[in-house]
């Protein structure tokens, strides 16, 4: 396992966990952090164009793992941890999957 900085305005703010087989392919790019958690770089369409699109690590790794995403399924981070993108934390879920594996709302009051 190696940590891959995450940089905000020049500066390290944060390590994501990255698996020693990933980090030579992760390792290049400059990762920043959304405004969800998620480790994401942002890349510009065309090079004229104001149009960025976000490509995530998590993607980019389970991308690596299974070659290519499994349709209408989306990547999973099993621990919850958005800065934990080792593989073996990376797994192919349905969004009912996902819905499943949310934690509590900070306001609910049925404890659901």
Same mark, same amino acid.
């Given at each position: 396992?190696? #940590? #891959?900085?995450?940089?905000? +305005? ?17 390792? *290049?790019? +400059? ?8 480790a994401? +770089?942002?890349? +510009? ?10 490509i995530? #690590? *998590?993607?980019?790794?389970?991308? #690596? ?48």
């Amino acid at each position: 396992m190696k #940590l #891959l900085p995450i940089h905000y +305005r020049g500066q390290v703010v944060a390590h994501v966990k990255v698996g020693d087989q990933d980090y030579y392919h992760v390792c *290049h790019h +400059r990762w920043s952090q959304d405004n969800k958690g998620y480790a994401v +770089r942002w890349v +510009r369409l065309m090079r004229n164009s104001r149009k960025v699109t976000a490509i995530f #690590l *998590h993607n980019v790794i389970f991308e #690596l793992k299974y070659e290519r995403k499994p349709k209408r399924m989306e990547c999973d981070h099993i621990n919850r941890n958005k800065l934990d993108c080792q593989r073996d934390n990376l797994r192919s879920a349905s969004i009912h999957n996902q819905s499943a594996n949310k934690c509590l709302f900070k306001n609910t009051i049925t404890g659901f």
